[in-house]
């Protein structure tokens, strides 16, 4: 679409490159900081495999779904990177997208297989942030 309209963020690349650069950076960090925390605690943030445990520390004190939140802001990063308008216009459909076929489903499984600790878990933590 850029490629065919383009519309740009900001009118400065160096501040577009700037926040998309701060963006990147936090949001890395964190998701960094989700799959250690995981790991610590035995379990794979891979959705192919099981959960072995509920990961309710570290960055999982603050957001149910740390991992889609980095990966969010990294999108949001990559935008400001290229100084586009385009992704972040697609980024509410991917939300909602990403929402209504995984989030959902990984809440149902994770309901099921860790019970009242999960319940007891999303009374507690925002889903997101």
């Known amino acids: 679409m ?7 963020i900001l009118s400065s690349l160096f501040a577009a490159w700037l926040i998309g650069g701060l963006f990147c950076l936090i949001s890395a ?3 960094r900081w989700a799959f ?25 004190r603050f957001s149910r779904n740390p991992i889609y939140v980095a990966m969010t802001g990294l999108y949001i990063g990559a935008a400001f990177l290229c100084n586009s ?7 509410v459909p991917l939300l909602l997208l990403m929402y209504y076929g995984v989030v959902l489903r990984e809440e149902r ?11 007891f ?3 507690e933590v925002r889903r997101w942030l």
């Open 2 to 8: 850029h490629l065919l309209k383009p519309i740009y």
């Open 121 to 123: 878990y999303k009374a």
């Open 109 to 119: 499984y994770l309901s099921e297989k860790f019970g009242e600790a999960y319940t």
């Open 85 to 91: 308008l385009w992704p972040l216009v697609m980024l």
């Open 36 to 60: 250690v925390t995981m790991r610590r605690v035995g379990t794979s943030a891979s959705p192919y495999q099981p959960s072995e445990a509920l990961t309710v520390d570290g960055p999982f």
């Open 29 to 31: 960090a964190f998701a």
